[in-house]
């Protein structure tokens, strides 16, 4: 099982960027995706979770600005984010959690490379 991100890049505070994170590889559930960020010298910490039936949890610091959402089909994970600050600079990784590749079998979680989002002026 693989995690790809894409869609960092750098963007103007007050701009949005939407990030994806697709999974691939034989995969029989997910059971939460979501997205961490780390900035620099600091630990990784939660952004937003989504769950496989779209309950949806957020960091205090993106409520209002960034939505998480699912395609369970397409195992695929995207964070939209608006109004960005410069704080919202990091390094975004995508996660999922509890995935099985049979029915039945020892779950594990993931994690994707990460994808790099600068907010500058």
């Known amino acids: 099982v693989q995690l790809q991100a894409s869609g960092g890049g750098l963007v103007q505070p007050g701009g949005s960027l939407r990030l994806s994170c697709a999974a691939s590889?034989?995969?029989?559930?997910?059971?939460?995706m979501g997205w961490y960020r780390q900035a620099p010298g600091k630990q990784r910490d939660l952004v937003a979770t989504?769950?496989?039936?779209?309950?949806?949890n957020y960091a205090d610091s993106v409520k209002g600005r960034f939505t998480i959402s699912r395609d369970n089909a397409k195992n695929t994970v995207y964070l939209q984010m608006n109004s960005l600050k410069p704080e919202d600079t990091a390094v975004y990784y995508c996660?999922?959690?509890?995935?099985?590749?049979?029915?039945?079998?020892?779950?594990?979680?993931?994690w994707g490379q990460g994808t790099l989002v600068t907010v500058s002026s």
């Open positions: 996660n999922a959690e509890k995935v099985r590749v049979i029915k039945g079998a020892p779950w594990r979680d993931y």
């Open positions: 590889g034989s995969i029989f559930s997910i059971d939460a």
């Open positions: 989504i769950t496989s039936s779209s309950y949806t």
